[in-house]
């Protein structure tokens, strides 16, 4: 399998993915703006997200893939089979029940996570029924998720990268063609969360079904509990739970912080995370998606040298693509957020308050993507305690950080603290790696550092002088002229940084040879 190629098929599904979230985020902003109604939602789509991270994306995807591929490799297909099944027994079961008791105390939920909202109690109202009506899309994603590490271990990538897109059009839909309708419109984003968790799941049936891994639900659950791979998964779930619960604990902090910051702070953060997402979804998610299955055979067959060289090759490739990312969240944050939210009730104001909590993001986001590349180096090993460690101390940081930059940076203090947070797990991530020498770096790194630091310069200068000498906001009265302004100059951006990396002898060949 080659790589790159790997890297380019799910990162081309994971932009299609961004580029209609992106849309879905310019409908919700001009329709709604930064409100009431747009903190109520958002707060309430962080729960079952929240959970999600924990039982689905994060703590399961750990645990579970490596073991999966342990079995594919090592036991047959009638075995991992039914690992699949009996996984997917317990999986849909359990959060079946976590659905139910979501929904029964939905209300002290989102106190716990948005104690702030009870100030204006149209808001608070609004997320509690919200959370009700999307509780129980946390068993859709499960498991989308569980469908989706099958197929990643069976190296098909396409599907997976492509069910976000299908949520997304949900979205869209709500938004322009439900929305009008109900008396409340924001309610249509909500039933939009369950129509896009079911059309994820049943997307990736095709391509189970091609491999013979369609997912069978049992009605004996504790039949299912007792089978050894759900035990080995179970059991590593538990560090991973809690290393992917340290991170969202922080998350539940922030929004706490930000829903007491004043009205908007909460929708803010939320616009400047969907920019934020795009480069760490297209790099980070990617990479990582591609790599665990991989790095996981290397461990099985005991091939330390490929171990090594699949995270070298994932770390230049990210250094090469963040960087620029980094220099343009940081120097570039007004024009992209006023081109893609700034109709409708979304007003300069907010337009500001999202630059500034983009920028803030900027500073850290090499590190935010770097951590879904240097952890899969741990799990792949099925050593989930190290990151643990590592998310307790960054998570006492971060909120450290917190007291420090939020009265001085408002609601902006929280996104740096958060990139703050993830450069230094980052860090740690790859000391950890380097003392057990599961990771030897490459020869060639000065010189591929001194690149980037010249190229990303030169860029940084130009955005900046680009960024200050059109009025980005004014334009709104002209958003034809402003959105082609702002993709001249993203297509001279790219030019001008790879441009320059060539002129200084930069070597592109070396990512399309790592192969397996």
Not at 146 to 162: D, E, I, M, R
Not at 272 to 278: P, V
Not at 302 to 325: K, M
Not at 372 to 383: E, R
Request: charged share 10%; aromatic share 12%; net charge positive.
């Amino acid at each position: 399998m080659n790589l790159f190629r790997a890297l380019l098929t799910v990162s081309g599904f994971t932009l299609l993915s961004r580029v209609t979230g992106l849309v879905r985020e310019t409908l919700i902003a001009r329709a709604f703006g930064a409100s009431q109604f747009t903190d109520a939602f958002y707060v309430a789509f962080r729960i079952p997200n929240l959970l999600r991270r924990l039982s689905a994306e994060g703590a399961f995807a750990q645990a579970f893939v490596p073991i999966l591929a342990e079995f594919k490799n090592t036991e047959g297909h009638d075995p991992t089979k039914a690992l699949v099944d009996a996984m997917s027994t317990v999986l849909a079961w359990s959060l079946a029940v976590l659905s139910l008791a979501g929904a029964a105390g939905a209300s002290w939920v989102v106190f716990a996570v948005a104690s702030g909202l009870k100030h204006d109690g149209q808001a608070y109202v609004l997320a509690v029924s919200m959370t009700r009506i999307m509780f129980p899309y946390i068993i859709l994603i499960s498991l989308t998720t569980l469908a989706s590490g099958v197929l990643n271990t069976y190296k098909q990538f396409s599907l997976p990268a492509f069910a976000p897109v299908l949520l997304n059009v949900s979205f869209i839909g709500a938004a322009v063609f439900v929305a009008p309708h109900l008396k409340v419109p924001v309610f249509a984003l909500a039933y939009a969360v369950i129509v896009g968790g079911v059309l994820q799941f049943l997307v990736q049936l095709p391509g189970l079904k091609k491999i013979d891994m369609i997912p069978r639900i049992g009605l004996n659950f504790f039949r299912a509990l007792r089978h050894p791979g759900v035990k080995r998964v179970l059991l590593k779930m538990v560090p991973a739970t809690f290393a992917v619960s340290v991170g969202q604990l922080s998350l539940i902090i922030n929004t706490n912080i930000a829903s007491q910051i004043g009205q908007g702070a909460v929708s803010w953060i939320n616009y400047a995370d969907r920019l934020m997402e795009f480069p760490t979804a297209l790099l980070g998610a990617a990479l990582g998606t591609i790599l665990l299955p991989s790095l996981s055979k290397a461990h099985v067959d005991a091939d330390p040298v490929e171990y090594s060289a699949l995270l070298d090759w994932g770390l230049r490739i990210t250094f090469l693509l963040a960087a620029p990312s980094a220099v343009a969240l940081f120097f570039f944050a007004e024009p992209l957020t006023a081109t893609l939210f700034h109709y409708g009730k979304f007003d300069a104001h907010s337009v500001v308050m999202v630059g500034r909590a983009l920028s803030a993001y900027g500073i850290g986001l090499i590190g935010l993507i770097l951590i879904k590349i240097l952890a899969p180096g741990f799990y792949a090993k099925q050593d989930i305690k190290t990151p643990v460690k590592i998310a307790v101390g960054v998570l006492v940081m971060t909120q450290v950080s917190n007291y420090i930059f939020v009265p001085i940076f408002s609601h902006a203090g929280l996104t740096l603290s958060i990139g703050l947070g993830a450069l230094a797990n980052a860090l740690l991530l790859f000391l950890g790696l380097r003392r057990r020498g599961i990771y030897q770096p490459s020869a060639g790194w000065t010189r591929f550092f001194v690149q980037l630091l010249g190229a990303c310069l030169v860029l940084a200068g130009v955005m900046h002088w680009v960024s200050a000498n059109f009025d980005w906001i004014g334009m709104g009265a002209t958003p034809l002229a402003r959105i082609v302004l702002l993709g001249a100059s993203l297509v001279i951006f790219a030019a001008l940084y790879f441009g320059m990396l060539s002129a200084m002898g930069f070597k592109y060949a070396y990512f399309r040879r790592r192969t397996l």
